[in-house]
């Protein structure tokens, strides 16, 4: 267990150090570069890793529209937006915003597919109110560190990311993990190359070695390696276990924004953090059964 443990906890710190690493790339390449370089390469290595793994990458029509519409809510809709907010506001905040993401997804599956919410589900929604509430005043008592809008566009992100996890209910079973990833990320590439053209002399900012090697970590550690790690641990860790592994990602996020970008924290951003955290985790905390 705590081989598969080390790699759930590995798997959503990486997701959180990304934070920092996307928003020191938006300060050096336009945001839909970016996007359309990673998951270029991403393809570039999910497909041989496809064959290798599961074999064949057919899949039903069905399957295939709906993991388009995952890439255009879960790569397209949640990376440009956070992307886009990073350059605004802190990566800090976008960390602890992340961290709604459960609860989101809660309600939307409660207004999209009719599910019903136990009472332990709006207890997470409530606390991830009153989190995302905290930052709204931490944000009015700062001084030039990011902007409410900035936070708004990360929340945007989450709001598509959740899209993109009720959708994949949909298809659950229906095709392997890593043929699935392989065409979405393909999916991405064609809805963001008309994106990515318009500003591909951008791209001379890679001669940068630091940069360039900054884009590399980004593609294959938030598009393959996180994958791989969080998929590897869920086979052996107990059903339901994983989810609570997610807080790696605030509490990175967090740690890396102050200790790397000496971004401040404050207290209101330590209230907000214990808010959001516990929403998190009483959303994604097994049940005894």
């Known amino acids: 267990m705590f081989l598969a443990y080390s790699q759930l906890a590995l798997s959503m710190a990486l997701v959180g150090a990304n934070v920092a690493v996307a928003k020191l790339l938006a300060e050096s390449l336009p945001v839909a570069l970016i996007l359309g370089l990673r998951c270029l390469l991403a393809v570039v290595v999910m497909l ?3 064959r290798a793994m599961e074999g064949s990458l057919r899949t039903t029509p069905r399957v295939l529209w ?7 809510f879960g790569t397209l809709l949640y990376n440009l937006a956070l992307l886009a907010g990073l350059r605004l506001t802190t990566a ?3 960390g602890l915003i992340l961290a709604t993401l459960p609860a ?10 009719r599910e019903r919410l136990p009472a332990r589900q709006w207890a997470a929604v409530a606390l991830a109110a009153f989190g995302m509430g905290a930052l709204v005043l931490a944000r009015v008592a700062a001084e030039g560190h990011g902007s409410a809008l900035g936070n708004l566009l990360v929340f945007l992100g989450v709001c598509g990311e959740a899209m993109y996890v009720l959708l994949a209910r949909r298809i659950a079973g229906q095709v392997p993990v890593v043929t699935a990833t392989f065409w979405m990320q393909l999916f991405s590439f064609l809805l963001l190359l008309p994106l990515a053209l318009p500003v591909v002399g951008a791209a001379s900012a890679l001669a940068e070695p630091a940069i360039s090697a900054l884009l590399v970590f980004h593609s294959l550690t938030s598009s393959v390696i996180c994958l791989l790690l969080w998929y590897a641990g869920m086979k052996r860790a107990p059903a339901g276990i994983a989810g609570v592994f997610t807080a ?3 509490a990175t996020a967090a740690a890396v924004a102050v200790g790397v970008l000496g971004e401040p924290f ?3 951003h330590g209230a907000g953090f214990v808010l959001l955290l516990g929403s998190l985790l009483l959303a994604t905390w097994p049940t005894r059964r």
Request: aromatic share 6%; no cysteine.
């Open 104 to 113: 989101v997804v809660a309600v939307g599956g409660a207004l999209w597919l």
């Open 92 to 94: 800090l905040e976008a």
């Open 266 to 268: 404050t207290a209101v």
């Open 66 to 72: 709906n993991l388009a519409l995952q890439a255009l």
């Open 48 to 50: 041989p890793l496809a």
């Open 248 to 250: 790696f990602l605030p």
